[in-house]
């Protein structure tokens, strides 16, 4: 249940019968909120105490939900922009989100430091063993690890504290990545050691990636989700265009300095979660579940079956991770059959880069152009033909035109997926349905490289962006036709912008067979 925020009388005003600033007419409530104490002894006594009526109706504004107490908000003193604002039922804008601002910039220094580790960890094992096929293993480590945890790890999200699961895995990856940046300073690290650190924070992800998205929903009004995504997004582009360079300075000025940076960004994430108060459990969620942990995995997944437009997304979404991540070793291919060096390499690659922190910026105006489930094919439409334009012999330079158009629109899609299920997943469930669909999704993701390795070894470069292009299109005409997925629409907000609790979602949901929507 979401605790609502009570509106105070201003002082001397209680009872007096004149019509206080917020909206109130008539004698407020003779509940008194003022006094010491901090904000939720407030709520509790306005909550369990007794309520006597005026001689008038109570016609004030809308209690407004945790979500929208942000520390502005709580201030004993409101300006008077809002209390207007307040009078309107309107949400604060999202950059006074508080809770949301401390997730963010959280998020930002955390993965800063991961980005900086793509490019320091095989350059470690290549120091310390100097094979090439060894420095491989850490990515396999850490993903093969987070996949395995991924489905317990999203029952584990819905059963404990949420807030604790995100402090828990900041604690063990800034552990983990400090006791390597000790070893190697001392000189005494080894090959199994870094390996145990990508297995220790690939599981660590996989319980931190659900809690958040579960934190995210819980400190987010609905009607700002696509703006409060957008900006996710952006800050994943940003840091994936400066952590790796950033990373490879830092490891040349010493081998130990990348992880040791990485294991403050997780401290300082740490912090930030500890400030941002986020819900501690679902809405309405027990204290303990009489079920088991497979069954809970079970019905989550059969919750995210029985739907058919999100089931309809879930196909979509496997097939075009798996084709797209096909793209980037043809690319290269290509590039130095053209006659580019690495030089002409990094700035086709850059333009990916750049494209994709453009489109997080914009992808939320794009996801309001049409519908969910009419705007992912047409994404992944313009996302073809921009691939097969790459192919075009306009010399070495040629694709970073058509490659930075293509990732304009590609954040728009994660956008939308994940406002799909902030919006139509019950809250109880939020941990666990994430991680399934992101493991179903992502489970073909590591077959894409290899299938770009062999069309480029059998068809060349540009023949292979040819297919690849193809292949997507072709996935975006099927996924046109599906009536499940042109039928996927995102539920309307309440006017006043008042997030859904566990059960109005169900109950929503229980009006007709899931399967049927």
Not at 11 to 18: F, K, M, N, Q, V
Not at 72 to 86: H, K, L, N, Q, T
Not at 246 to 256: D, E, K, Q, V
Not at 415 to 435: E, Q
Request: net charge positive.
């Amino acid at each position: 249940m979401n605790l609502a925020a009570v509106h105070r009388p201003p002082p001397g005003r209680a009872g007096t019968g004149r019509a206080g600033p917020v909206g109130h007419r008539g004698t407020p409530p003779t509940v008194s909120t003022e006094g010491s104490g901090p904000v939720w002894r407030r709520h509790a006594v306005a909550i369990l105490a007794p309520i006597t009526p005026g001689p008038a109706a109570h016609t004030g504004p809308i209690p407004r939900p945790y979500w929208a107490r942000t520390a502005r908000w709580d201030a004993p003193g409101m300006s008077e922009r809002s209390e207007r604002i307040s009078k309107r039922g309107e949400l604060p804008p999202l950059r006074r989100n508080s809770r949301f601002q401390m997730l963010w910039m959280g998020a930002a220094a955390s993965e800063l430091g991961t980005t900086l580790t793509w490019v320091a960890f095989p350059l470690l094992i290549l120091a310390v063993t100097g094979s090439a096929a060894l420095a491989g293993l850490v990515g396999a480590c850490r993903i093969t690890a987070n996949l395995l945890f991924s489905l317990p790890a999203g029952a584990w999200v819905d059963r404990w504290d949420r807030r604790r699961i995100l402090i828990a895995a900041e604690v063990v990856r800034c552990l983990a990545l400090a006791a390597l940046a000790a070893a190697v300073l001392t000189g005494r690290v080894a090959l199994w050691q870094i390996l145990a650190v990508a297995v220790v924070t690939g599981a660590a992800d996989s319980f931190f990636g659900p809690a958040r998205a579960a934190a995210i929903r819980g400190v987010v009004a609905p009607g700002q989700l696509p703006e409060a995504y957008a900006q996710e997004e952006a800050r994943g582009h940003a840091a994936a265009l400066a952590g790796p360079p950033l990373g490879g300075l830092l490891f040349g000025l010493g081998r130990a300095l990348p992880f040791a940076v990485d294991a403050l960004s997780y401290l300082v994430s740490l912090v930030c979660v500890v400030r941002a108060r986020v819900p501690r459990r679902p809405a309405g969620a027990a204290e303990r579940r009489e079920t088991g942990m497979r069954a809970d995995v079970m019905e989550a997944a059969g919750w995210l079956w029985r739907h058919r437009g999100l089931r309809a997304g879930l196909a979509f979404a496997l097939v075009a991770n798996l084709v797209a991540n096909a793209l980037l070793l043809p690319v290269i291919v290509m590039v130095e059959a053209r006659g580019g060096d690495a030089a002409a390499t990094g700035v086709v690659l850059a333009g990916l880069g750049l494209g994709g922190l453009l489109g997080a910026t914009l992808s939320a105006r794009i996801g309001r152009l049409l519908p969910p489930g009419r705007l992912m094919p047409a994404v992944v439409g313009f996302f073809a033909l921009a691939v097969c334009a790459t192919a075009l012999p306009f010399g070495p330079y040629w694709p970073v035109v058509p490659l930075f158009l293509a990732t304009v629109a590609a954040p728009a899609l994660n956008v939308v997926l994940r406002v799909l299920l902030a919006r139509l997943v019950p809250d109880a469930m939020t941990g666990r349905v994430v991680s399934v669909f992101t493991m179903a999704t992502m489970g073909l993701t590591p077959v894409g490289p290899l299938l770009g390795g062999l069309l480029a070894q059998y068809v060349g470069g540009a023949g292979a962006l040819v297919a690849v292009g193809g292949l997507l299109a072709a996935c975006s005409v099927v996924a046109s036709i599906s009536p499940a997925l042109r039928g996927l629409h995102v539920p309307a907000a309440a006017a006043t912008g008042s997030a859904p609790s566990a059960v109005p979602v169900l109950a929503e949901l229980g009006r007709e067979p899931v399967g049927e929507r």
